[in-house]
């Protein structure tokens, strides 16, 4: 079974620059996550999506960061204008919809550095 | 709100030693517990998880043991390896829908020298 794909692994920018990232659950997972995770904590949530409709994003800096998920499947975070502080990891995680139990699968992650 | 207390790192061991990493949660209701690991350069993985009281999740020789009565999750493994050389999260996920978040605890970063 694939796992979580992400991608870029890597992506510096300067401040005040866009990126995106995206990612893949694991097919058949319906839940998804976004978290944040800086250098020396531990990951943080920004976002979750059930199939395509936002369950939760009361942590996301909704000011410069937006996710999507239009078909259910693949998902997009952006972070628009960049500012030092957040550079970080970004993961992705994934699970079935059977419930809180069920162990969340994480994706390699994004590692970004703002200039 | 939901919070994890983790033991603060650096952890340095001897191969072979007792490993023991404490870990206590605040929460309201019966959320479930878990041990993901993160070996350099890798994501996280699950490491075990116990989703009620007195419940142990169990494995590759690690323990833990969800004690709701002292509000902890403590992670043991009784002879560590170089190989179990990582940073090692305590989370847990709320009970109810629109609460399942993982929270984590800040790591643990565990070095074995051979």
């Known amino acids: 079974e694939a796992g979580v794909a992400q991608s870029p692994r890597y992506k510096i920018i300067e401040k005040r620059q866009s990126v995106a990232f995206w990612c893949n659950p694991i097919?058949?997972?319906?839940?998804l996550y976004w978290y944040q995770q800086i250098l020396g904590q531990g990951p943080k949530l920004l976002i979750q999506?059930?199939?395509?409709?936002?369950?939760?994003d009361s942590q996301l800096p909704k000011d410069r960061f937006s996710a999507e998920r239009l078909k259910g499947v693949d998902s997009t975070l952006k972070i628009q204008p960049a500012k030092l502080e957040d550079s970080a990891v970004y993961l992705c995680?994934?699970?079935?919809?059977?419930?809180?139990?069920?162990?969340?699968?994480f994706g390699p992650g994004t590692r970004l550095l703002v200039l | 709100g939901n919070s994890v207390t983790q033991m603060e790192g650096p952890v340095t061991l001897s191969e072979e030693a007792f490993l023991t990493i404490n870990c206590t949660y605040t929460?309201?209701?019966?959320?479930?517990l878990f041990w993901y690991v993160q070996y350099p350069g890798e994501g996280l993985q699950l490491l075990l998880k116990?989703?009620?009281?007195?419940d142990k999740g169990s494995n590759k020789g690690f323990e833990a043991t969800y004690r709701k009565e002292t509000t902890s999750f403590h992670l043991e493994k009784g002879s560590v390896q170089v190989s179990d050389s990582a940073v090692y999260f305590c989370?847990?996920?709320?009970?109810?829908?629109?609460?399942?978040?993982?929270?984590f605890g800040t790591g643990t970063r565990l070095t074995i020298i051979p």
């Open positions: 995680a994934s699970r079935t919809p059977d419930g809180y139990q069920e162990t969340q699968y």
């Open positions: 097919s058949g997972h319906a839940t």
């Open positions: 999506f059930q199939n395509n409709g936002v369950v939760d």
């Open positions: 929460a309201t209701g019966y959320p479930s």
């Open positions: 116990a989703t009620k009281a007195d």
């Open positions: 989370a847990l996920s709320g009970d109810n829908f629109g609460n399942e978040k993982l929270t």
